[in-house]
């Protein structure tokens, strides 16, 4: 079964190890909120998230709510 990674998006670096660790373990997406410690999906502060789940080929999923 596939499932999304949840990233700790406060330490980018872990972030990276947690997201290449769900890659391995067979996870297809990274699952984020649309708001989340104050920050929107469009805060710059994610942009290296977004370029690593590229780089792994996860897709992001957005919980609206």
Not at 54 to 62: A, G, K
Request: proline residues 5%; aromatic residues 10%.
């Amino acid at each position: 079964m596939r499932w999304a990674a949840l990233a700790p998006v406060r330490r980018m670096e872990r972030a990276f190890e947690d997201l290449e660790f769900a890659k391995e373990h067979g996870a297809a997406s990274v699952f984020l909120l649309g708001q989340t410690h104050g920050m929107s999906l469009a805060d710059p502060t994610l942009f290296p998230l977004y370029a690593k789940a590229q780089d792994l080929d996860l897709t992001i999923s957005v919980h609206v709510g």
